[in-house]
């Protein structure tokens, strides 16, 4: 995918699976590429379709949950693209588990009981549900690794006072119950997710995607209880497969490792899997939309003639 330019663009920024466009100072173009990254590392071959999973997916559950709180999406003018308010972001990540899942299991096998500032009970099998979910922030680093944090970290270090920590801890909260209602009417239990938070002023708003495969975990719901009384694997659809091929293989994004051999049957495994969780959460039979570059630029331009000023 090649870089835009569009009208009256500012900036431009390409993250690890977003291509980020300013517009003027007030609005950005959002678009999400079909690159895949794992362990902070963006791996080596596109997955076809990926982008748009994601843009829908997250276009759908901002939708559902914009009576919480404010957020960042105007339209999406393409099917991998999004079109919203350019917001001033908290330096943070705020993930929230519902079960022992993931980086939190990791954790705990290695024998600490404290994630983030967080209590983790003793007793716990993997995918055991907290009493209550918790948050473990990140931070969100320009380059480089994302770092655990607590919340007593991030207001020392000017990442946001106590008041903003507590807007941002209650609405993550309030999102990932509201995740987690709409997950249950799929037949999906919502694990875990993170969310993404910026200022406009004085107001907080939401920001990015959210319950997206790449930025949650979601197990079956359907014998989930058996699985777990029996010790047997959960069915899981996020991206946590494809950290657990890189771990089997002796990649974990650390130095001096290399990515192992993506095969085309595997990326396109990849690509089905996202798929199948499109049409999971969304419950909708899913469309693919291949468009051009040209026509993507074509879609924005048009879509946003009146607003990119």
């Known amino acids: 995918m090649k870089a835009f330019n569009f009208p009256n ?3 431009f920024y390409s993250g690890k699976v977003r291509d980020v466009y ?3 100072d007030k609005h950005l173009v959002m678009i999400a ?3 895949i990254s ?3 590392v963006i791996l080596p071959h596109p997955i076809p ?3 748009q999973v994601l843009n829908q997916i997250a276009a759908y559950m901002l939708n559902a949950c914009k009576d919480i709180c404010p957020n960042w999406l105007l339209s999406t003018p393409a099917p991998n693209v999004s079109f919203g308010l350019r917001c001033v972001p908290f330096k943070i990540e705020l993930v ?3 079960t022992l899942t993931g980086h939190a299991w990791r954790t705990y096998q290695s024998g600490k009981r404290m994630l983030c500032g967080a209590k983790l009970p003793e007793g716990l099998k993997e995918h055991d549900f907290f009493p209550t ?3 473990t922030p990140s931070t969100k680093a320009d380059q480089g690794h994302d770092e655990d944090i607590s919340p007593n970290e991030i207001i020392a270090n000017g990442l946001a006072t106590a008041e903003e920590w507590e807007m941002l801890s209650k609405y993550a909260l309030q999102l990932f119950e509201r995740g987690k209602a709409i997950a249950e009417k799929q037949g999906l239990i919502l694990a875990d997710t993170k969310y993404e938070f910026g200022k406009i002023g004085h107001v907080i708003y939401l920001m990015d995607e959210i319950h997206t495969p790449d930025s949650s975990r979601y197990f079956i719901k359907e014998g989930f209880d058996e699985r777990q009384a029996s010790g047997l694997p959960q069915k899981q659809l996020s991206k946590e497969f494809v950290r657990e091929w890189l771990i089997q293989n002796n990649f974990m994004g650390k130095e001096g490792q290399q990515v192992p051999e993506m095969s085309s049957s595997w990326i396109n495994e990849i690509s089905g899997r996202y798929i199948e969780l499109y049409e999971k959460v969304i419950g909708e ?3 693919p939309e291949p468009l051009t570059d040209e026509e993507v630029e074509e879609r924005v331009c048009k879509g946003f003639n009146g607003l990119m000023v």
């Open 9 to 11: 663009q500012t900036s």
């Open 38 to 40: 794992a362990f902070d």
């Open 285 to 287: 039979k899913f469309v």
């Open 133 to 135: 979910p918790i948050i």
């Open 96 to 98: 929230v588990r519902g």
């Open 49 to 51: 379709f990926k982008g």
């Open 22 to 24: 300013g517009i003027s």
């Open 33 to 35: 590429s079909d690159r």
